[in-house]
C-alpha cells in the first residue's frame, strides 16, 4: 500500500495531562501546542500533504467559562509563540470551523495565520475551530444552496469544509473510542487508530508507528 497523504487527529487529553501532573489546564493545552509542532514535522518528513486537527469544537463552549477564555487565549499564544516557527517549515495554515462567530480577537489571529502563510505550499495545517461535523452538513447545504446547487452523493463531499480531500488516517489520542461528531461526512473509508496515550505525551515515534501500521492494512473501499 501507498502511503498515506492526509491525517486527521483528535487532540484528546491536554486537561487530563495538566492534572496528572498538577498543572492548571491552560499548561496542557500549551503542552499540547508542542506536541502538535513536532507531528506537524514529523507528518511532513514522512511525504504526508496534510494534517487536520480537532482544536475546538462546537460543543467545547459548554465548558467552564474559565477555560473557554483560556482556549480562545490560546490561539494568539500560538500565534504570538509559534507562528515563525511554522513558517520556516514552510507550512500553510487555514482553518475550518464556524470562524466568524469566533470572538473577534480570535479572528484577527486567525486571519494573521493565513495570511501570513498563503504562498507557503510545502505542508498543510487545517486547524479546526468551532466546528462540529452536524454544523459542517448543514453548512454544506446552506453553501449549495446559495450557488443554486441541488446536492447529491455526488457533488455533497465538494461543499463540506474539507471539500473531497480523502482522509486516510484518523487518529484519537487519550483512550476514548469515539469520533466526537468530527468530520463524519469525510471520514467513510479512513483507517481508525486510537491510543491510551495523552496528546501532551503523543511523540513523533507513536506516530510513525501508526504511519507503519497503515501501510500493513489492506484497503478495500467497500471493493
Known amino acids: 500500500m501507498s502511503g498515506p497523504k492526509v491525517a486527521a487527529i483528535i487532540m484528546d487529553g491536554n486537561r487530563r495531562w495538566a492534572k496528572k501532573n498538577n498543572l492548571p489546564s491552560a499548561s496542557g493545552h500549551r503542552k499540547g501546542i508542542e506536541t502538535l509542532i513536532e507531528i506537524v514535522k514529523t507528518a511532513k ?3 504526508l500533504e496534510r494534517l487536520v486537527v480537532y482544536a475546538f469544537s462546537t460543543e467545547n463552549w459548554n465548558r467552564q467559562d474559565f ?7 490560546l490561539i494568539n499564544f500560538g500565534v504570538d509563540v509559534k507562528l515563525e516557527e511554522i513558517k520556516s517549515n514552510g507550512i500553510k495554515l487555514n482553518f475550518i470551523g464556524d470562524i466568524n462567530s469566533m470572538p ?4 484577527d489571529g486567525i486571519s494573521k495565520c493565513i495570511k501570513e502563510t498563503e504562498d507557503l505550499n510545502e505542508f498543510t495545517l487545517t486547524v479546526a475551530l468551532n466546528y462540529g461535523a452536524i454544523w459542517d452538513m448543514a453548512n454544506a447545504i446552506e453553501a449549495a444552496r446559495a450557488k443554486g446547487i441541488e446536492l447529491n452523493q455526488d457533488n455533497f463531499l465538494k461543499y463540506t469544509q474539507i471539500g473531497e480531500s480523502d482522509i486516510d488516517i484518523f ?3 487519550g483512550g476514548d473510542m469515539r469520533l466526537s461528531n468530527f468530520l463524519l461526512p469525510n471520514i467513510g473509508y479512513s483507517e481508525l ?6 496528546w501532551p505525551e503523543f511523540n513523533k515515534d507513536d ?8 501501510k500493513q492494512r489492506q484497503r478495500r473501499f467497500g471493493k
Open 45 to 47: 518528513e514522512n511525504s
Open 171 to 173: 487518529i484519537r489520542t
Open 207 to 214: 506516530f510513525v508507528n501508526i504511519l507503519d501500521e497503515f
Open 104 to 107: 473577534k480577537k480570535a479572528q
Open 67 to 73: 477555560e473557554v477564555n483560556a482556549l480562545m487565549n
Open 193 to 198: 487508530f486510537f491510543t491510551e496515550k495523552l
